[in-house]
């Protein structure tokens, strides 16, 4: 089982930024397409982010094109979303996963915006 270790949430302000990272140890991280999942409250798992082993190819979600930023330290094992301009409805909790539909993810970092 991979062990995925997320954090950076937090509360913020509408308008606000945070940068979410993911540790994941143990794991041959570099060969691997990672991803940004979210689940707000009462919805199913939303897919946020991918990136490329490379990491040359990114893709996001029309909810978070233009205002979030996905990358990655393959010598860190680390994967991050750098998260600017949220909005309320990006409240979330929010995974880092080895697969698109967020099946091995870690325990989630809580992503509160206020109004």
């Known amino acids: 089982q991979v062990q995925l270790v997320e954090s950076g949430g937090g509360l913020v302000q509408a308008g606000g930024s945070l940068r979410l990272s993911c540790v994941v140890p143990?794991?041959?991280?570099?060969?691997?397409?990672m991803y940004w999942v979210r689940q707000s409250p009462g919805k199913g798992l939303e897919w946020v982010s991918s990136i490329s082993t490379d990491p040359k190819r990114t893709y996001y979600s029309d909810s978070a094109k233009g205002r979030f930023t996905i990358s990655r330290d393959n010598a860190k094992n680390t994967l991050y979303l750098q998260m600017n301009n949220l909005k309320v409805d990006d409240t979330a909790v929010y995974y880092c996963?080895?697969?698109?539909?967020?099946?091995?993810r870690g325990q989630g970092t809580q992503v509160t915006v206020s109004s």
């Open positions: 996963a080895t697969d698109a539909a967020g099946t091995n």
């Open positions: 143990g794991f041959t991280f570099s060969s691997s397409w």
